[in-house]
């Protein structure tokens, strides 16, 4: 009985120091692969959009005082299918919410992220119907990301409130009402940041009901790394609908490195380290055909950087800190 206790405990310190290895192997890889600040480089066709008079027009920059109320920035990668009936809904409500209140002003930019459909196309239908000055197109030369295409879109505003909203338009736009209720009962604002991020967690039971085991074992396997790892304050960091403040947005957008679909959790993980309020506001959701994720390999690639935000972060490789966009 000694032998076998003796070989047992043998064992399990063979294998707790092959996972202490392991775990430091991780931090070295996360470390040495880490870009010290994110690429917030421009190409040169980037630094302009296209008016709908078919002129080019420099764009603006977050650093720029404000000019409009709301900014709403649409990453958009091929999307020629489902961008119309988000912008229709979308135009409709902020055209007469201007009605109402003249002091109201907005843009919505469309963030064409390299696509190879005809989205480019459908936006520009937009901005020739209500003109370049209440809708623009920022094509990117080639697609970065989801991440990547919502930070050149807000690099890209002029509003002082930023709104990102999905261009497949599951979250009803109305709700950006309350979204907006949210934001205000958190001020006063410090240094005039703030977030407020629409929330499906209300909705959870009903999708799990309609999911397979195997895609709410990963839901849940995903959410837990999110707690465990990065972001404890917000149930639901992926839905697409956020409102930050200019200052909010520049704050955190400017330190931003991931640049796919993890991109939500490291921009809450940073707004949690420079202590900005976050409201979490439950809206509409419905689930639209479409969705660019696959299953495994999209929450996959997730885990991997949810592992690597908080390693790189906690090593050092990356630190809070802002910067100027070229």
Not at 1 to 13: D, I
Not at 177 to 200: M, T
Not at 227 to 253: N, P, S
Request: aromatic share 10%; with cysteine.
């Amino acid at each position: 009985a000694m032998a076998l206790l003796s070989s047992v405990a043998a064992v399990v310190t063979a294998l707790a120091a092959l996972a202490a290895l392991f775990l430091v192997l991780v931090c070295v890889i996360a470390h040495v692969t880490a870009r010290k600040m994110p690429t917030l480089h421009r190409c040169e066709e980037e630094k302009f959009f296209v008016n709908y008079e078919g002129r080019r027009e420099s764009v603006p920059s977050i650093h720029d005082p404000p000019v409009k109320e709301l900014s709403v920035v649409v990453p958009s990668y091929n999307e020629e299918d489902r961008l119309p009936l988000m912008m229709d809904e979308a135009l409709d409500y902020l055209e007469k919410r201007q009605k109402r209140d003249a002091s109201f002003t907005y843009e919505v930019i469309v963030v064409n992220d390299g696509s190879k459909d005809q989205t480019e196309k459908v936006a520009m239908k937009y901005c020739k119907k209500y003109g370049s000055d209440k809708v623009r197109v920022l094509s990117l030369v080639k697609n970065r990301g989801k991440g990547g295409a919502v930070r050149m879109g807000v690099f890209s505003c002029r509003g002082r409130k930023i709104l990102m909203a999905d261009a497949d338009g599951a979250t009803k736009f109305a709700d950006i009402e309350k979204v907006e209720e949210g934001l205000k009962n958190l001020q006063p604002w410090p240094n005039q940041l703030a977030i407020s991020c629409g929330s499906r967690a209300h909705l959870e039971k009903d999708s799990i009901a309609k999911r397979s085991y195997f895609r709410t074992l990963l839901m849940y396997g995903f959410h837990f790394l999110v707690w465990f790892l990065c972001v404890r304050e917000i149930r639901d960091t992926q839905c697409g609908f956020k409102l930050l403040t200019r200052e909010a947005a520049l704050r955190t957008f400017s330190t931003l490195h991931i640049e796919r679909w993890a991109f939500d959790v490291e921009l809450l993980y940073i707004a949690q380290c420079l202590r900005i309020p976050i409201a979490e506001v439950a809206v509409n959701w419905t689930e639209i055909e479409g969705s660019k994720l696959v299953p495994f390999w999209s929450w996959l690639q997730m885990g991997r950087d949810l592992l690597f935000i908080r390693l790189r972060y906690m090593t050092g490789a990356w630190q809070i800190e802002t910067r100027k966009c070229n």
